[in-house]
């Protein structure tokens, strides 16, 4: 059994979804995994080449473009995100009796093991929370701790998708804790969201902006000094 198909709860069994970029996916099973000496391990460096590219060119339009070049980057990730999600849930039909909180630890533990290629821990803490840790994450040797904030981009696309399946949804995540940042694991919970939890959520994401911005700064200034 692959490690995404794996969880205890009854109802995980009947939740249905779609695998994200299937036609590559399926070529990569049937006529390369399946009838090569391919070494899927590589897949691994190909997509750390891939993030820490990504990374690179944040840091290089925010260095020279500042708050538009940032924007410009956050939009393109959450398109992204909000381009993975829809692939997930496109036509898919839920149990009547899924519970709001099944629905969205089960969709995190899709986009936790697919789509991020992570290993979690996934909680249903109660109907209104639901915790998980991701116990390996590609990025963790490689990241440094700031750069995991490309994730709330990602992410933030993902709860769109998520909203737009089920409208009534009304969790959001919450980051606690990344591995890059010393943490054992990285710790994250969702709940029912408040007007004050989106308040914190987006003023969160709007000091981190500024903080990369000002180094961005930083590096510009130290550029032009050497140059």
């Not at 538009?68 to 393109?76: I, M, P």
């Amino acid at each position: 059994m692959a490690h995404w198909q794996n969880r205890p709860e009854p109802n995980w069994q009947r939740f249905r979804f779609n695998q994200p970029y299937a036609k590559g996916l399926r070529r990569l099973n049937e006529e390369v995994l399946a009838k090569t000496d391919f070494d899927p391990a590589t897949l691994w460096q190909w997509g750390t080449m891939q993030a820490m590219a990504l990374i690179e060119i944040l840091k290089s339009c925010e260095e020279t473009f500042g708050a538009e070049g940032q924007k410009l980057v956050y939009g393109a990730l959450r398109r992204t995100g909000l381009d993975i999600g829809r692939q997930i849930l496109a036509g898919v039909e839920l149990p009547e009796d899924l519970s709001e909180a099944e629905f969205v630890s089960f969709f995190t533990t899709v986009i936790n093991r697919i789509a991020y290629a992570s290993l979690e821990t996934p909680r249903i803490d109660s109907d209104e929370k639901v915790t998980f840790d991701i116990d390996w994450c590609p990025h963790q040797d490689h990241y440094g701790a700031f750069d995991c904030r490309v994730q709330r981009y990602f992410v933030q696309g993902m709860i769109e998708a998520a909203a737009e399946f089920r409208p009534k949804m009304k969790f959001n995540v919450r980051f606690d804790s990344t591995i890059p940042a010393g943490a054992p694991t990285c710790h994250f919970t969702l709940m029912c969201t408040t007007g004050k939890e989106k308040a914190e959520w987006a003023d969160y994401t709007e000091r981190l902006e500024r903080r990369a911005l000002d180094h961005a700064a930083k590096r510009r200034t130290e550029r032009e000094k050497g140059s």
